[in-house]
């Protein structure tokens, strides 16, 4: 049977995937992003069920913390990445509902008038 890892374990492998997060998006790796980040997410759902350790030495809580902030600042770095190419893809398919939208505007209006007598 395999033993569950420490949350000390699991914020230091949660903070190697956020590093590695950081490169994949400076490289535009959106593939690697994604799996790196389900992988993260795993690790998350673990640590919710890992009992908190009251008798863990005072080291391992400040050792947390530092993985905590290590582990906010790549978030902060990949979502100075994302965002701006997630903005271009909101406007993107904002622009294809605006013209979607123009369309069907202009036939509501062209089935108005042509049930009107307007059209014949």
Request: aromatic fraction near 4%; charged fraction near 30%.
């Amino acid at each position: 049977m395999r033993c569950m890892p420490s949350q000390i374990e699991l914020y230091e492998a949660m903070s190697l995937l956020s590093s590695r997060m950081v490169a994949a998006a400076r490289g535009s790796d959106w593939d690697s992003l994604i799996e790196l980040e389900r992988r993260i997410a795993g690790l998350r759902n673990t640590l919710l069920a890992v009992p908190e350790d009251s008798n863990a030495p005072a080291t391992d809580s400040a050792h947390k913390r530092a993985l905590i902030q290590r582990i906010l600042e790549d978030d902060a770095e990949v979502r100075r990445h994302t965002e701006p190419w997630m903005e271009r893809l909101r406007q993107f398919l904002g622009d294809g509902t605006r013209h979607r939208d123009a369309r069907k505007g202009r036939a509501s209006v062209a089935d108005d008038a042509s049930a009107a007598g307007f059209g014949t």
